[in-house]
């Protein structure tokens, strides 16, 4: 069964902190994603990437920066938080074939005070 | 960009009954459309999802129907149980959903009376 694994569940952060979410995935998956998920808005894509050092902006990237320098772990960047950031933040992988499903990790709730 | 919306955001119906969730998008050239499943405090799940070359698909008590024309698809639960109350995500994606990730609906609460 595919595993992604995101590094926090819960996340306290104060407006303006740096703050890295952690993701990894265990099957060799080409592809990861970034959304955030909001009540009323479903999921927004953030950032997604299709190799190692490769990334591509997604419908909502302002704000966030990504890496991916192993190919199991791709990592959100949040550089100088604001309180309109806190959210749920969804992490996926999938293969690099067409008609491949994502799969999910059980997310990171952030809140930034 | 592609744009997805999802109707209706709430569906309640009674246990066995059947349910339907509807989706339209707009971009034409997308042409895969997954089904996701989201319990409370839960990952999102894909339940089922097809391909634009196929009208509709069926996985048991869930169907998926696709209107290329209409740039429409829906989802079909039948026989209506407690453990489907959840919430139900539409989505598309150009590319097969690979290296371009999918655009999703807001969302369908879905509640099973009893």
């Known amino acids: 069964d595919v595993k992604v694994t995101q590094s926090s569940r819960y996340l306290v952060k104060r407006t303006g902190e740096k703050v890295f979410l952690e993701c990894v995935q265990d099957?060799?998956?080409?592809?990861m994603f970034w959304y955030r998920q909001d009540p009323g808005l479903g999921l927004r894509l953030i950032y997604f990437?299709?190799?190692?050092?490769?990334?591509e902006k997604g419908d909502i990237p302002e704000g966030y920066s990504v890496s991916r320098e192993k190919k199991e772990r791709f990592s959100l960047i949040l550089e100088s938080t604001s309180t309109n950031q806190t959210s749920m933040y969804l992490c996926?992988?999938?293969?690099?074939?067409?008609?491949?499903?994502?799969?999910f990790g059980d997310g990171t709730r952030l809140s930034i005070l | 960009g592609e744009n997805v919306e999802q109707h209706p955001s709430t569906l309640s119906v009674q246990e066995g009954d059947s349910a339907v969730i509807k989706c339209t998008y707009s971009?034409?050239?997308?042409?895969?459309f997954p089904w996701y499943k989201q319990e409370l405090g839960k990952r999102p799940q894909l339940i089922i999802d097809?391909?634009?070359?196929?009208g509709e698909k069926k996985d048991q008590r869930i169907a998926v129907t696709l209107n290329k024309t209409a740039k429409h698809f829906s989802l079909h639960i039948t026989e209506t149980q407690p453990e489907d109350s959840a919430v139900y995500f539409c989505?598309?994606?150009?590319?097969?959903?690979?290296?371009?990730?999918?655009?999703f609906g807001k969302g369908t609460h879905l509640i099973i009376q009893p």
């Open positions: 099957m060799d998956h080409e592809n």
């Open positions: 996926a992988s999938s293969l690099g074939d067409t008609y491949q499903p994502q799969h």
């Open positions: 989505a598309a994606s150009y590319s097969g959903g690979g290296a371009d990730g999918l655009t």
């Open positions: 971009d034409s050239a997308s042409n895969y």
């Open positions: 990437s299709y190799d190692v050092k490769m990334k």
């Open positions: 097809i391909r634009s070359n196929v």
